[in-house]
């Protein structure tokens, strides 16, 4: 069924993408990971389809999606990029080793790890922007199921996000998110206030967003019907940790 949803997604918006290629690269990712686990005891594939499922949300081609499938295979697998480059084209070949690449760079800048350098490195050796883009894909799924991993490890990953991957999603204009990372690392970084804002802000965001969009048009009626001039009425819904950040700038 999983395979079923991606081509699902992927049709909604590209009825002329190559889906055999797509199969192909789902195939060969379950074949390659077959018996590898992830932490929470899942079949590994899950992750990378989920991976390509994100990807198919930001509309990407069908060649990131491929991408998104295969992200993993040079690192957890004896796959080779020869090998990779032959059955999938090097375009595809380039972007999976440019995912694969990004957690080389963290790992050997760790010692001297500046998040806005970091950004900007990322953003300046991918050759080709689906490669960044497939890693905050990767990235937004790992934060989805952090639960299993050990708890100092759940917080250091948290604060790599909330300094690096998050603002990283804002540069490239994905607002959704980096609001959804920042959230899942303010969970993990303050449980409890976490928690407290959940109970207390009992509307998804999107709800927020439908009220703030009508209570804007309900204003500028009024100020129009007064002959009040107004330019322009602005608002939005501020996610959770975007809440904190002003609670904190403002003593509360």
Known sequence: MGINRLVKKIRSYDKNADFELVKKAYETSKRLHAGQKRKSGEDYIVHPLETACIIAELKLDDHAVCAGLLHDILENTSYGYGALEKEFGREIAEIVDGVSKIKELKEKS??????????????????????????????????????????????????????????????????DIKWELEDLAFKELHPELFKEFNEKISKTKKQREVEINKLRKELAAALKKNKVKVLDISGRAKNFYSIYRKMVKMHC
């Open 110 to 175: 760790r010692e001297k790890y500046n998040a806005e350098s970091m950004k900007k490195l990322l953003l300046a050796t991918a050759k080709d922007i689906r490669v960044v883009l497939v890693k905050l894909a990767d990235k937004l799924h790992n934060m989805r199921t952090l639960a299993s991993l050990e708890e100092e490890r759940r917080k250091r990953i948290a604060m790599e996000t909330i300094e690096l991957y998050a603002p990283l999603a804002y540069r490239l204009g994905l607002a």
